[in-house]
């Protein structure tokens, strides 16, 4: 990517601020199953989400995924197997019920939240071989998590929730850790908060954590024998370490992120509506064009002035050649979205001149 301005370039914490979490590996000789890094890892993050106790970390946002469901929906049942999932998002949702045995059922979003209604969800026409609901907050919006319990109980059926880049909702206080269901975030480079590959699962249920332990450890429970349906998806202690070196400069990276936002508000117009955070994840800089014609247009552009650009969900999971083989409802939503948004470059230290450098490739 030698002389092209990235749409995303990740900045993990420095070796040297890292080095002395790893240390403490040198002399403990742990380096997985939930070490003490985990564990304190886990403790800070419920603290910074007012929600102590209420974290568990896992080894990727899709482990973490695989663990919730398995945890508190189970495995599919040739009764009910069908899990309704968002068109709108990322392929990782979908593989993740796959891999709990359940055939993805896609689903349409609001054009003005982008997520699916949780009162159509539970009238699904479907809803009697439904045996999971995964609700999608995208790009990281704060959920509407009591409109997700109400989900829960009036379809009665288990809701698991990808917020995959949702972090600073949870940090900043807009969003809240629920006891009745999960919540699944991404650690991975990709997003604001990173331990290069993690995830972590928020649920402030102690009984349900421990079920989530149980499952994320091979279904072992004191022993090493499984007794339940499990996976491993536990963070190993290194990813542990860079995730603690990250939440001690995390202050520092906010202030930096909100400069580089403020460079985006500051510069020229843009055709269409550019979403930066807090509405989304500081880890987009989103413009959502007034056609697809025009985003196309424009990411031709953009590509000539070497500035890379994303269409972060493409155009929707029933689109990709795996998932067309599942059903869907009608997506009208999602197919006039999904090819409108063009991820232009973000990054924490983002300076001036390439900002100007792609508002200046994107003309109003």
Not at 87 to 114: L, N
Not at 298 to 316: K, P, S, V
Not at 349 to 357: E, F, I, T, Y
Request: charged share 20%; with cysteine.
């Amino acid at each position: 990517m030698s002389g092209i301005l990235q749409v995303f370039h990740p900045a993990l914490p420095r070796a040297a601020a890292v080095a002395r979490y790893l240390a403490e590996l040198d002399a403990s000789r742990s380096y997985t199953n939930r070490g003490a890094l985990a564990e304190r890892l886990e403790a800070r993050l419920g603290a910074l989400f007012g929600a102590p106790g209420a974290v568990t970390t896992a080894a990727s946002g899709t482990a973490a995924l695989t663990a919730a469901i398995l945890a508190h929906a189970g495995r599919a049942t040739p009764a009910r197997p069908l899990a309704l999932i968002p068109a709108f998002t990322f392929a990782a949702t979908a593989i993740a019920a796959e891999q709990c045995g359940y055939s993805p059922h896609f689903v349409d979003i609001s054009a003005e939240t982008w997520v699916a209604d949780p009162a159509e969800l539970a009238r699904h026409p479907r809803l009697a071989e439904v045996g999971l609901i995964l609700p999608v907050a995208p790009f990281g919006r704060a959920p509407d998590m009591a409109a997700l319990e109400r989900l829960q109980v009036e379809a009665g059926r288990p809701v698991v929730l990808d917020v995959a880049a949702a972090f600073e909702a949870y940090a900043e206080g807009r969003a809240r850790v629920s006891a009745k269901l999960p919540a699944i975030l991404s650690l991975h480079a990709t997003k604001v908060f990173s331990t290069g590959e993690g995830g972590a699962v928020l649920w402030a249920d102690p009984a349900a954590q421990g079920r989530l332990r149980q499952v994320a450890n091979f279904g072992f429970r004191g022993g090493r024998r499984s007794e339940v349906a499990g996976t491993n998806a536990k963070m190993s202690e290194y990813h542990a370490a860079v995730g603690l070196a990250m939440l001690d400069l995390w202050p520092r990276r906010r202030a930096e992120i909100a400069r580089t936002l403020r460079r985006y508000r500051d510069g020229a117009p843009l055709p269409g509506r550019l979403w930066l955070g807090p509405e989304i994840s500081s880890a987009y800089a989103l413009l959502e064009c007034r056609s697809g014609a025009e985003a196309a247009a424009l990411r031709a552009r953009l590509h000539a002035a070497r500035i890379e650009t994303r269409a972060w969900y493409e155009e929707g999971l029933p689109a990709q050649p795996w998932f067309g083989r599942y059903g869907a409802d009608p997506l009208p939503v999602t197919e006039a979205l999904a090819p409108r948004l063009l991820g232009l470059p973000m990054a924490h230290d983002l300076g001036p001149a390439p900002v100007r450098a792609a508002l200046a490739a994107v003309p109003a």
